[in-house]
Nanobody, 132 residues
């Protein structure tokens, strides 16, 4: 089983930046995906960004393209999400996610993002609040 420990949420003003980090521990697969989903109040949980350990392929939701950047440290099994130019619409609980095998291989070929069912482990969630 893989455990995920996320950090970095907080309260910011619109236009400011935050960085979320998540460290995976336990028995990770040879190939896996790490990244983030988020759930805003009253809305469905949606993928934000994730990255494949296999080839570095990335996914970004349209709403965050050009503002968010994901990075991965393979040695530390850590993923970071640099969030710039934050907007009130980015307010949500952000969940770190881990997906073994297939998720890592599909990122590069599925442009619309992966269903959350591809992700086997979920972190506890960290709140990001952006005020206008």
């Amino acid at each position: 089983e893989v455990q995920l420990q996320a950090s970095g949420g907080g309260d910011v003003q619109a236009g400011e930046s935050l960085t979320l980090s998540c460290a995976a521990s336990g028995s990770t697969s040879d190939e896996y995906a790490l990244g983030w989903f988020r759930q805003a109040p009253g809305k469905e949980r949606r993928g934000v960004s994730y990255i494949s350990s296999r080839d570095g392929s990335t996914y970004y939701a349209d709403s965050v393209k050009g503002r968010f950047a994901i990075s991965f440290d393979a040695a530390k099994k850590t993923v970071s999400l640099q969030m710039n130019s934050l907007k009130p619409d980015d307010t949500a609980v952000y969940y770190c996610v881990y997906g073994a095998g297939l998720a890592a291989r599909l990122i590069s070929s599925v442009s619309q993002g992966l269903h959350e069912a591809y992700f086997d482990s979920w972190g506890q969630g960290t709140q990001v609040t952006v005020s206008s």
